[in-house]
């Protein structure tokens, strides 16, 4: 049974960093594309970043490039999503995402975040002071 767990999530003050973990169960990461994506109350849910399975490549959203990074472990099938100069507008529900992508390669961060298969439950992040 595939499952997605997040973790890491909190309280921060504006300025601080938090490091998310998405632990993958039930299939190995090496052969799945895996995204971050993020619902603020009342907002449709965003794509932040995305990691490709065939070369690695990583994809942001314009609000975050810069101050988040993605990656993974393949290893400990978890991928990370380490946020620095947290802003209040990045308060939300972050959720990992995984489809299964063998010699896919993508040309933005769109293509990279669509038809995601499968959904962690999410991890709550408030940025705040």
């Known amino acids: 049974q595939v499952q997605l767990v997040e973790s890491g999530g909190g309280l921060v003050q504006p300025g601080g960093s938090l490091r998310l973990s998405c632990a993958a169960s039930?299939?190995?990461?090496?052969?799945?594309?895996i995204g971050w994506f993020r619902q603020a109350p009342g907002t449709e849910r965003e794509g932040v970043s995305c990691i490709s399975s065939s070369d690695g490549r990583e994809y942001y959203a314009e609000s975050v490039k810069g101050r988040f990074t993605i990656s993974r472990d393949n290893a400990k099938n978890t991928v990370y999503l380490q946020m620095n100069s947290l802003k209040p507008e990045d308060t939300a529900v972050y959720y990992c995402?995984?489809?299964?992508?063998?010699?896919?390669?993508?040309?933005?961060?769109?293509?990279?975040?669509?038809?995601?298969?499968?959904w962690g439950k999410g991890t709550p992040v408030t940025v705040s002071s």
């Open positions: 039930g299939f190995t990461l090496d052969y799945y594309t």
């Open positions: 995402a995984a489809k299964e992508a063998f010699r896919v390669y993508y040309g933005d961060a769109k293509s990279c975040l669509q038809n995601m298969e499968d």
